[in-house]
T-cell receptor, first 112, second 114 residues
């Protein structure tokens, strides 16, 4: 799986959009971008995934650049409960069981 | 979905003791994964099951660790002769196996070895 690079930490004001970047310059054509987050002392929570098109669900939006070498997770109206470590993971698309390889993630602090 | 459940949520044990953790995956999920997470690090893969078959094991899974999923439903992770270095959060995840696969995690079991 391709390696990802994320900033170690970010701050965001409550109610504002949080934009979390991720670089995955070595991504290959059959690899998806997944985002998980982990709130303190809890298990990771799935947020969203995408291949090449932008995706949106009730939690977030995922914007993937046209060359697929980077992506941005957008939390449109961040709340204090969004304070967590956010992990960007790239995984191959196939039907085999595959481990998730977590990097350091971005520690997002939402401030009042 | 009731979500992935793990028991116990916390375990304190003395060095040298054996411990066993249980994971109940989301109903009808045929894949089950175990991960370990130490303080300040991201989760690291330990092993995974497709139904009852254990298909992959990480080098992190020493001989003291054993995992089972006897009927393809719940799974257990046993650590024998625990060491202080085993102190960590043990996470379980399950998936339906349908591509592109999404793994859903449980709350974890936090182990402290004294």
């Amino acid at each position: 799986d391709a390696k990802t690079t994320q900033p170690p930490s970010m701050d965001c004001a409550e109610g504002r959009a949080a934009n979390l970047p991720c670089n995955h310059s070595t991504i290959s054509g059959n690899e998806y971008v997944y985002w998980y987050r982990q709130i303190h002392s809890q298990g990771p929570q799935y947020i969203i995934h995408g291949l090449k098109n932008n995706e949106t669900n009730e939690m977030a939006s995922l914007i993937i650049t046209e060359d697929r070498k980077s992506s941005t997770l957008i939390l449109p109206h961040a709340t204090l409960r969004d304070t967590a470590v956010y992990y960007c993971i790239v995984r191959v698309f196939n039907n085999a069981g595959n481990m998730l390889t977590f990097g350091g993630g971005t520690r997002l602090m939402v401030k009042p | 979905d009731t979500g992935v459940s793990q028991n116990p949520r916390h375990k304190i044990t003395k060095r040298g003791q054996n411990v066993t953790f249980r994971c109940d995956p989301i109903s009808e999920h045929n894949r089950l994964y175990w991960y370990r997470q130490t303080l300040g690090q991201g989760p690291e893969f330990l092993t995974y099951f497709q139904n009852e078959a254990q298909l992959e094991k990480s080098r992190l899974l020493s001989d003291r660790f054993s995992a089972e999923r006897p009927k393809g439903s719940f799974s257990t992770l046993e650590i024998q002769r625990t060491e202080q270095g085993d102190s960590a959060m043990y996470l379980c995840a399950s998936s339906s196996g349908r591509a592109p696969e999404t793994q859903y995690f449980g709350p974890g079991t936090r182990l402290l070895v004294l």
